[in-house]
């Protein structure tokens, strides 16, 4: 009974962080919209050149219609599975020595960071997805317009696969805040990972365009389980149920596996921190 009245007030305390994060971002409506005409022009970019290479027959199995599909759900929720666009106050907290005052707090450090970085990027998905999303379910796109899913079912798996995706990134984020502390610096340790996960999650280059040996590889690693899987249940690429359930339980475990690293990361380092200054 105790532990579960514990396990209560740090959800509580938990969602206390993501409101007040969720809150204050959500403000800047004016750098959303400028967001969301910067991922109309990427949108329409990618499209026009991966359209090039499927119309040689070569490219991938991919249709153009999955492939606009892929492009224009990885443009409306590029937010989520943007590392570059991380938490700057965590990022000064780190450098300037400002995590003190969050060790203070009846909270883990891994927890408050979890929540604010959740926070900051379902903030800015939810003022840039919804006009993206209108716009390419226009009928004058013709072959461009995004794909409707094929059954409810298919709807249901791609949110699941969505919010599990979301949690995989946030924990090798956390990963990356526990390096950061580590450093004087984030602007290198950023770029590592940054590059690492842009082209293995098919931030870069949508997973299906590249050669097989690679795919097989990639399936080995968590960075297959983000954005990749979502877009893909959702267009139809990957149809068969029993490989949408496998990927599921595997991101289950990615999110386990993940969280359990970047705690230990980050609670080594907080033992070992040395606040600057007075």
Known sequence: MERIKKLTRMIRIYLSYFK????????YKVAAIAGSCTQFVWAGMYIMLY????????ASDFSVRQMTTYIWLQQAFFAFFNIWNIDKEIEEQCRL?????????PIS????????SLAKKTAMVSLRAL???????????????????????????????????????ISFIMIMYGVI??????????????????????????????????????????????QNVTFNIYNGYISSAGETIKILILQVCWII???YIGKRIINKQIAKVVVQGG
Do not use: R
């Not at 007040?20 to 403000?27: C, P, T, V, Y």
């Not at 020595?97 to 707090?105: Q, W």
């Not at 317009?145 to 995706?165: D, G, H, T």
């Open 20 to 27: 007040i994060k969720f809150l204050n971002e959500i403000q």
């Open 51 to 58: 359209t090039a290479f499927l119309k040689d027959g070569s």
């Open 97 to 105: 020595g400002d995590i003190a005052t969050e060790l203070v707090k």
């Open 109 to 116: 450090l891994y927890s408050i960071w979890h929540a604010k």
């Open 131 to 169: 006009p993206i999303l209108i716009v390419s379910m226009m009928p004058f796109l013709g072959q461009y317009q995004i794909m409707a899913p094929k059954s409810a079912l298919s709807l249901v798996l791609s949110i699941i696969a969505m919010i599990l995706s979301v949690l995989v990134m």
């Open 181 to 226: 502390l580590k450093t004087v610096t984030s602007n290198g340790i950023k770029t590592m990972f940054g590059l690492v996960m842009d082209f293995a999650s098919g931030g870069l280059i949508p997973i299906p365009f590249m050669p097989e040996f690679i795919i097989n590889i990639l399936k080995f690693t968590p960075f297959y389980y983000m």
């Open 257 to 259: 596996l993940l969280t």
